[in-house]
């Protein structure tokens, strides 16, 4: 148990659907962070959100949105995405960026 | 373009024998660590080694850090069958002159133990 929470663990989705992806966290950290893990590629940086404020955005298409209401949350909405966006979803969270990451245990997302 | 790379990609070995992980990278950093996933879970993380330090220890995990070779190894000391998984590099640098850090990923090492 890490202290962060990802829902949900599955989710099934069609291209027209429109879903979000929560992250939660109860260890007082400062930044929050979505990454995409797809089948033989590295590990992919989407959004860094520190204080609450997004200060990466690794060229996400629009149709993810991540929203940080505060320091504990986070989530990315999902609309009309496409079949290769099928992946595992990782959200982590640091006390400050640079120092060790603590990860959810992700959701792995199929898009049909 | 990718920060950490590791090698081997894939690592089979019988339970008692030591794991060597290694990992290169391209910038300057302020620390590089160490993370292990078993399959389909999230990252659990290892090791954090700072930049102006050349080794450490964490129970039967030693790292090294050569930052004149922009390199760093991961050995698995008396391994157990319980140690297979994938095992991330992970450079911790400063985005673009900004203040904040970017911690980026390799593509992992998968390391499979035989008991």
């Known amino acids: 148990e890490t202290g962060v929470t990802q829902t949900p663990r599955h989710l099934v989705m069609g291209m027209t659907n429109k879903k979000s992806l929560k992250c939660e966290q109860h260890l007082g950290h400062n930044a929050m962070y979505w990454y995409k893990q797809s089948a033989k590629k590295p590990l992919e940086l989407m959004f860094v959100?520190?204080?609450?404020?997004?200060?990466e955005n690794n060229s996400v298409p629009s149709r993810f949105s991540p929203e940080c209401p505060n320091s504990s949350h986070l989530f990315l909405h999902l609309h009309t995405l496409q079949p290769e966006d099928s992946a595992l979803y990782l959200c982590?969270?640091?006390?400050?960026?640079?120092?060790?990451?603590?990860f959810g245990s992700g959701t792995q997302l199929s898009v049909l | 373009s990718q920060q950490g790379e590791e090698d081997p990609q894939a690592l089979s070995i019988q339970e008692g024998e030591n794991a060597t992980m290694n990992c290169s990278y391209k910038t300057s950093i302020n620390n590089l660590q160490w993370y292990r996933q078993n399959s389909g879970r999230g990252l659990v993380h290892l090791i954090l080694?700072?930049?102006?330090?050349r080794e450490k220890h964490s129970g039967r995990l030693r790292v090294t850090l050569d930052t004149s070779k922009k390199s760093s190894s991961l050995l698995i000391t008396a391994s157990r069958a319980a140690d297979t998984a994938s095992y991330f590099c992970a450079t911790a640098s400063n985005a673009g002159g900004t203040s904040y850090g970017k911690l980026t990923f390799g593509q992992g090492t998968i390391l499979t133990v035989h008991p």
């Open positions: 080694i700072r930049s102006n330090e």
């Open positions: 959100y520190n204080f609450k404020e997004q200060t």
């Open positions: 982590a969270s640091s006390r400050r960026t640079n120092e060790k990451l603590f």
